[in-house]
């Protein structure tokens, strides 16, 4: 791949992960009855700041959980015949609770399809709200992100590479060229 483009630097990472804490709290009338689910893996970290900012904005404790969706994908066939399963840690009850789903890109919606069903097996929420960092376009299905932090429109033949420091050592957006 080549890289092409810096779409967003740590501080910018920061500011709209900041933002999306913001309109999460205005969005849900405070953090009551609110819980935070990572989508593997870099969902996950991204949860994690989120609730750190809520906590830092409204003094309220948010849990949040780790999902793997790699069950519920409808391509699981055709990733391996033996697919490797991270653990899902969702340490407390979803039933009636404000769900925000977090993942670091929308692409075609597929992983946020799977992960409806994966939190739907865990129980009945009141309501489940999608955050992505970055919506790249192209979806395949009618699903919407309630809290985006950067819309960047992009060709197929385009990568968005999210890097965080929790899992990569390093924390920015770029766009590279297959």
């Known amino acids: 791949m080549q890289y092409k483009a810096q779409i967003m630097d740590e501080a910018a990472l920061a500011r709209a992960l900041t933002r999306m804490s913001h309109q999460i709290l205005e969005k849900n009338h405070g953090a009551q009855d609110l819980c935070l689910i990572g989508i593997r893996t870099r969902g996950v970290p991204l949860a994690c700041r989120i609730a750190e900012n809520i ?5 309220g404790q948010i849990p949040v959980g ?11 066939d055709r990733i391996s015949p033996d697919p490797h399963l991270n653990a899902t840690d969702v340490p407390f009850s979803v039933e009636g609770k404000t769900v925000v789903l977090v993942d670091d890109v929308i692409y075609t919606g597929r ?8 939190v739907m097996a865990l129980g009945r929420p009141a309501r489940v709200q999608l955050c992505v960092l970055i919506d790249r376009g192209h979806l395949e299905l009618p699903i919407k992100a309630t809290y985006v932090g950067k819309n960047i429109p992009t060709g197929r033949d385009e990568v968005v590479s999210v890097r965080l420091e929790e899992a990569d050592g390093q924390t920015g957006v770029a766009i590279y060229q297959r």
């Not at 906590?55 to 003094?59: E, K, N, V």
């Not at 780790?66 to 699981?76: M, P």
Request: charged letters at 40%.
């Open 111 to 118: 992983t946020a399809r799977a992960a409806l069903d994966a």
């Open 66 to 76: 780790e999902l793997d969706i790699t069950l519920y994908r409808d391509d699981l």
């Open 55 to 59: 906590r830092a904005i409204d003094g």
